[in-house]
């Protein structure tokens, strides 16, 4: 009779309680369960940053950001107000497309 059974069935299946998934606070730095919109400790918001690409060194850049944080490139093209008619215009625009004065 060779009974070899052992009696590793209740082996110890702990398995660490934190979730796997966990959104880090960009303010705070606490963990919260991912799907949670506002942090629970300083109720920042946790959805992500929409990142665009500098035009200019193809980086990746927070769309909130005025300017690349790689190569300091103007991100966000700026209006001018037409100081006539008050339209606005992109900048780099030299006459107004409303009235036609010149701008710059
Ligand atoms: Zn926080
Ligand atoms: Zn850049
Ligand atoms: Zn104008």
Do not use: Y
């Amino acid at each position: 009779m060779g009974l070899a059974m052992g009696t590793t069935m209740a082996e110890q299946m702990r398995r660490p309680t934190t979730p796997e998934r966990l959104v880090v606070c960009q303010g705070c730095g606490a963990t919260n369960p991912i799907g949670t919109k506002f942090c629970g400790n300083c109720g920042k918001s946790l959805a992500p940053v929409p990142k665009v690409k500098c035009p200019k060194c193809k980086a990746e850049v927070e769309a909130t950001m005025k300017f690349c944080g790689s190569c300091g490139a103007k991100l966000k093209p700026e209006e001018i107000d037409c100081p006539k008619c008050g339209a606005k215009s992109p900048a780099g625009t030299k006459f107004c497309g409303e009235c036609g004065k010149k701008l710059q």
